[in-house]
Structures are given as structure tokens and as C-alpha cells.
């Protein structure tokens, strides 16, 4: 679900101006001009859907672990094993983005004529947002499935100790007249990086989101991000993290909890993995037809009565397809301390501040 960011502070800058601008950014960390161009849609287009947690806010951390030595800005996925409807990526310690990117195109192209295909992909490194892998799969009248691993931020039902990440997934479901139901969530009451954009405005999280260190819950962002993110839905929430987690890394070799890293001495450098399922639903159903019962679905959701201080009902994906059409038209909003860490990353790199100065 999009994440409001409001507040006279934050600026609006044209989309295509800052892909460009994001672009540029990663050909100066020593990314082929390709690749950066893939790594600027997908981290512009998840701010355009509203999701800022996993935008243009990871850029100046993504450039300075490429200018450390700890990304490969040149990394090159590559299959290692191929055995019928299953694939294996070894990403070549890229960014995530460009190792999921690659695995699920492959996947999409397998299940053309094995109808099921997935791919484990290890070798890699943080992702972003898990929709914008799933959705590659919309185009092909397909169902595309995405989850990946991340650092620790939870603890098991029950504990205090951070040794389970929220382990997002993301599922896209083609409709005909509809929007496509597209649904990317983690198994934690909020993504660490909404948490930091509450911390950087000033603003007090909700109920729920997190505890602190000693697994109190609070909605001090300070505490939050130093204690723990609470599990959705209690023991369910700890219990979908623990498989998006194993589906993620020990089908490709990838490191899994712990081991990944923490967050005081930051994340291992191509230790992290990503798995993708694609359904051709032309293998089960007509696409026509299938297609037509989903927008009987959304349609059916849409009709239905409301609930007493509730103005209209959504599916999901909804709220990210209008938060993209309007922004594409004002602007996308980024806060004032994203765009100054965008500032210094272009300084370290050696262009210009450009529409973020």
C-alpha cells in the first residue's frame, strides 16, 4: 500500500527529470548506462506508486556502497542452473534490482512453454519494492510472484531478539477492464525505511509498527529504529517471514537471516537473494476469461456496502495506480532530507545537484 508523505516541505520534481537525474547518478558510480537506466525506472517508478520507503531515498545508500567496493556497479547476472521450469541466477553481487530484474524476465520467457516457471536468484543485494518485479509478468497475461530476503529487524514470536527480517513479497494478477490487483507487503507492521521517513519528518509512528529495543511497543521513531518491528499479525506474520525467507535464500545459495548483516555494521556485499514464480494462466484458463472473472472480482468489491467512517472501498494496487497518475502530472514528492543525500551522492560522484539542489 502507498505510504503518505505530505508536508509543505517536500518537493516535487518531474518524473522524467529525476529518472534522468537518478540515471546519471549510477553512470557516475560506474554503472553501464543500461543497467543505471533499468535501476532509475524501477526506484523513480516505486516513488511514482507511492511506495518513498523503497525509492530515491536508497540511492545515496546504494552509490555509496558502489563507490566503497561492497556493490559491483558492473555486476552481470548470469543462469547457473537450468533444469526444466527451475532457474538459478548468480547475480554477480549487482543491485538486486538488476539480478531480480534479470531472473524474472527469464522466468516469464521459460513459462511461455513450461507454464510454471521459477527462479532463485542469490549473489545480489537490497531489491526495493517487490511489485515492480511481479509486474513484469502483467504484460504476458501471467501471474508474477516476488519475494526476497533482508536484514533483521524482527524477532520471533514471543522474543526479543532481532533474528528475522520482515521478508516482503509481491503478487501481481492480470484483470482485463480493471487495474490488475497487485499486492507488495511485508510481514512486519511497516518496512524499516517508513519508519526512517517518520524519524526524518519529525512524525510519530502508529500503533502497532514497532517496539523498542526491549520489545515494548512505542511510537517514538528513534526507539523503533533502535528496538524491533513488529510482526503482522502476530505469530502469523513471524510465520509467512520465515518461509518468504527460506524461499529467498536457500534455493540460490543466498545467506538467510543473521548472516546477511544488521544494521550497525551495515549488510554483507552480495549476500542477499530473491525467488520468482510466474503462472502463464494461458496454461490453465483462457486469458480472456480469466481476466473477465477478476474484474467481476474487483467489480463485486468495489459494489460493496461500506463500513460506518469508510468512504470508498480499494483493491490492491489501487491506491499506487492514482498515486502514479497524479504524480506523473505534479510531480513525484520527495522530502527535503532525501533530496540533500541526493545532492551529496551527486557530489561524490561528480555531477551536478540538477533538480534536487
Known amino acids: 500500500m502507498a505510504t503518505v508523505v505530505g508536508g509543505s516541505e517536500d518537493r516535487r520534481i518531474d518524473a522524467g527529470t529525476l529518472e534522468r537525474f537518478i540515471a546519471d547518478l549510477f553512470v557516475g558510480a560506474g554503472v553501464p ?29 546504494y552509490i555509496d556502497r558502489m563507490i566503497g567496493g561492497q556493490i559491483d556497479p558492473r555486476g552481470t547476472p548470469r543462469v547457473v542452473r537450468d533444469t526444466g521450469a527451475a532457474l538459478v541466477v548468480d547475480g554477480g553481487n549487482t543491485l538486486g534490482h538488476i539480478g531480480l530484474t534479470f531472473g524474472m524476465r527469464r522466468a516469464i520467457e521459460r513459462a511461455t512453454t513450461t507454464g510454471v516457471a521459477a527462479v532463485a536468484v542469490g549473489g545480489t543485494n537490497h531489491c526495493g519494492a517487490m511489485a515492480s518485479y511481479a509486474m513484469l509478468a502483467l504484460p504476458h497475461h501471467m501471474i508474477g510472484i516476488a519475494t526476497t530476503n533482508g536484514l533483521p529487524t ?17 503478487i501481481a494478477i492480470p484483470a482485463g477492464e480493471e487495474p490488475a490487483i497487485v499486492i507488495d507487503f511485508s510481514f512486519g507492521g511497516a518496512a524499516r525505511g517508513k519508519i526512517a521517513i517518520h524519524h526524518q519528518k519529525g512524525l510519530p509512528l502508529p500503533e502497532g509498527w514497532a517496539t523498542d529495543a526491549d520489545g515494548v511497543p512505542t511510537t517514538d521513531p528513534a526507539a523503533a529504529l533502535g528496538g524491533l518491528v513488529q510482526p503482522a499479525g502476530g505469530y502469523k506474520g513471524t510465520s509467512m517471514a520465515l518461509v518468504m525467507g527460506i524461499l529467498s535464500a536457500l534455493l540460490s545459495g543466498a545467506e538467510y537471516g543473521t548472516d546477511l548483516g544488521d544494521f550497525v555494521n551495515g549488510p554483507k556485499p552480495g549476500r542477499d537473494g530473491q525467488f520468482g514464480l510466474v503462472l502463464n494462466v494461458a496454461a490453465f484458463e483462457d486469458p480472456a476469461r480469466f481476466e473477465s472473472r477478476v474484474d467481476a472480482i474487483i467489480r463485486q468489491i468495489h459494489g460493496s456496502r461500506v463500513a460506518p467512517g469508510v468512504n470508498r472501498i480499494l483493491i490492491p494496487g489501487e491506491l499506487e495506480v492514482e498515486a502514479e497518475r497524479r504524480y506523473r502530472a505534479e510531480g513525484v514528492p520527495l522530502t527535503v532530507g532525501t533530496c540533500r543525500a541526493l545532492a551529496d551522492a551527486a557530489a561524490k560522484v561528480g555531477v551536478g545537484p540538477g533538480p534536487v539542489r
Open 33 to 61: 548506462h543500461e543497467d543505471a537506466d533499468l535501476l532509475s525506472e524501477i526506484i523513480v517508478g516505486t516513488d511514482l506508486r507511492g511506495i518513498y520507503s523503497h525509492g530515491c531515498a536508497l540511492v545515496p545508500g
Open 154 to 170: 524482527m524477532a520471533w514470536w514471543g522474543g526479543i531478539d532481532r533474528i528475522l527480517s520482515i521478508n516482503p513479497v509481491g
